[in-house]
């Protein structure tokens, strides 16, 4: 969701981004995998039972949380993690890679300028609200797929459009009084520090919106959903909201 920093989204702006930020690499190849995951949009069938599955995709959520409000409340902590990540950049084939695990890299947009560009911008900006974390903004991705989605579409414009929908009437069917303020997503690894990178330096996203949403001093309320998609390819998403 594209949201200015400094002011709450206007009900007819977009309600979230369509971002397409996670081309993977093979690497060792030197070719694009635009399909590294199945075919067909199925959560990964992981080999150990639903328990420990929920716990961990919790688990990832809740770090997640935490790595937010750190950041949140004291911005300047977190520029020396931006600058480890930073190293890891590499370029090749005119194009910068960032490797997010053992078998994928992410493509970069500026590379490591974005990141220099976000240093500079965290070193600048004045501590704010920790994040108050609520099931009830959570969003139950598999109930909203009921179709065999091709794997590019869990994260199209469509389909996030549809999950909002749903969200909406849910929140309103419960009488639950928020305003939906900011919406996005990241595709990545089982590592929330990583996933916290890629959203706050917000390379591949014009508009930074990720970042705005992730930094916006008047947002109060977030809802984190981490689902696995494949081994080490995990979707983190992210909901804010503030009171009616």
């Known amino acids: ?12 702006e977009k309600q979230f981004d369509d971002n397409n930020q996670s081309t993977e690499h093979n690497y060792e190849n030197g070719l694009t995998k635009k399909n590294l995951l199945s075919s067909g949009f199925k959560l990964y069938n992981h080999k150990t039972n639903n328990l420990d599955l929920q716990y961990l995709t919790r688990n990832l959520s809740f770090s997640l949380y935490e790595l937010i409000n750190k950041t949140r409340t004291n911005p300047k902590s977190f520029i020396d ?23 994928i890299y992410i493509s970069l947009n500026k590379g490591v300028n974005a990141f220099d560009e976000c240093i500079t911008y965290l070193n ?17 991705i598999e109930e909203n797929i009921k179709e ?8 199209s414009f469509s389909f996030l459009e549809k999950v909002i929908k749903i969200k909406k009437k849910e929140l309103e069917k419960n009488n639950k009084k928020y305003k939906i303020s900011g919406f996005h997503y ?29 930094l916006n001093p008047y947002f109060t309320y977030i809802g984190i959903t981490t689902v696995i998609i494949k081994e080490n390819v995990f979707c983190y998403y992210c909901l804010f909201a503030n009171k009616n």
């Open 81 to 103: 993690t931006i600058k480890i990540w930073k190293e890891k950049i590499v370029y090749k084939n005119n194009q910068y890679l960032l490797p997010i695990s053992n078998e």
């Open 148 to 155: 065999n989605y091709e794997e590019s579409n869990y994260t």
């Open 186 to 214: 990241d595709k990545s690894c089982d590592n929330p520090e990583c996933s916290l990178v890629l959203q706050i330096v917000d390379d591949n996203m014009g508009d930074l919106s990720r970042r705005k949403n992730l």
């Open 124 to 140: 600048q900006l004045e501590p704010m609200n920790s994040l108050i974390m609520k099931e009830e903004l959570s969003i139950n």
């Open 1 to 12: 969701m594209g949201c200015k920093c400094g002011k709450e989204v206007n009900e007819n």
